[in-house]
């Protein structure tokens, strides 16, 4: 017979062993964010979060994601907790109206939106997966996580390539914003720029597939071009080899 202290060891046993992804939302009180909350539970986005995370990147301790509430996105250590206000998807959205992306680009500024939201759970959920797992960081463990979210959503989502460059073009629209010369406070911040985070990501959706994207880094100045296409190359091979040293997923290399 199973005493209680045991049976609450083996219910711990069964917690831990297959930590999840919880989803919680906080109410969304205006307008706008009701509509940010129904948009977010539409797109899907999050039950491929926590199929991927089942696949490839196993928490050992469960983790949260929380929409609602004014702080993020960020991932607090502390609670093991990301937290993406609604606002973050409306302002994103109105990003890739002003930007016309349904004209330019043929993809929705809804669309582009949940692909902005998809990198940033993933950025977020590195984060997370770095602590969790206590994976050595040698550099800025901002670029690691930016890389983390391009190689999931490469490697292992439909069109995530295509996701990508939506989500480095909110960079790129995000940097339209910022004055010609940074601060002194911007040079300490621990992420990269928005448009080297722009550069980075195209880089390595190009470097997974240079036949299929063989135009997407064409804006960079012909005479770096073709150096800069053999690094990117050989750029994704590096970064995905890597991360999946760290990934749970059974076939652990590409390469
Ligand atoms: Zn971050």
């Not at 539970?41 to 199929?51: A, E």
């Not at 979210?149 to 989500?167: F, L, R, T």
């Not at 010369?181 to 240079?210: K, M």
Request: hydrophobic share 35%; proline share 3%; net charge negative.
């Amino acid at each position: 017979m199973l005493t209680k202290s045991t049976l609450i060891w083996c219910l711990f046993g069964i917690a831990s062993a297959h930590a999840a992804v919880q989803v919680t939302y906080l109410p969304a009180e205006s307008d706008s964010d009701k509509k940010a909350k129904q948009a977010i539970v539409d797109s899907g986005v999050n039950s491929v979060i926590v199929n991927l995370a089942q696949e490839h990147f196993k928490f050992k301790q469960s983790l949260t994601i929380q929409y609602g509430g004014d702080e993020g996105p960020l991932y607090d250590p502390e609670t093991h907790t990301i937290h993406i206000p609604y606002n973050f998807y409306t302002q994103t959205v109105s990003y890739f109206e002003q930007n016309q992306y349904q004209e330019k680009f043929d993809r929705s500024a809804q669309l582009g939106a949940i692909d902005t939201m998809m990198h940033t759970l993933l950025h977020e959920a590195g984060h997370a997966y770095i602590e969790d797992q206590a994976i050595p960081i040698l550099a800025k463990e901002e670029d690691a996580v930016d890389n983390f979210a391009a190689v999931i959503m490469i490697e292992y989502v439909e069109n995530g390539d295509e996701a990508s460059i939506s989500a480095a073009d909110m960079f790129a629209f995000e940097s339209q914003d910022r004055p010609d010369y940074y601060q002194a406070d911007e040079y300490i911040d621990e992420h990269s720029f928005d448009l080297q985070r722009y550069f980075s990501t195209l880089c390595l959706v190009y470097g997974s597939n240079p036949e299929k994207h063989a135009d997407l880094l064409n804006e960079i100045e012909h005479d770096l071009l073709t150096e800069r296409k053999e690094f990117c190359v050989s750029q994704f091979q590096t970064i995905s080899n890597n991360w999946h040293r760290y990934l749970t997923s059974e076939n652990a290399s590409y390469f």
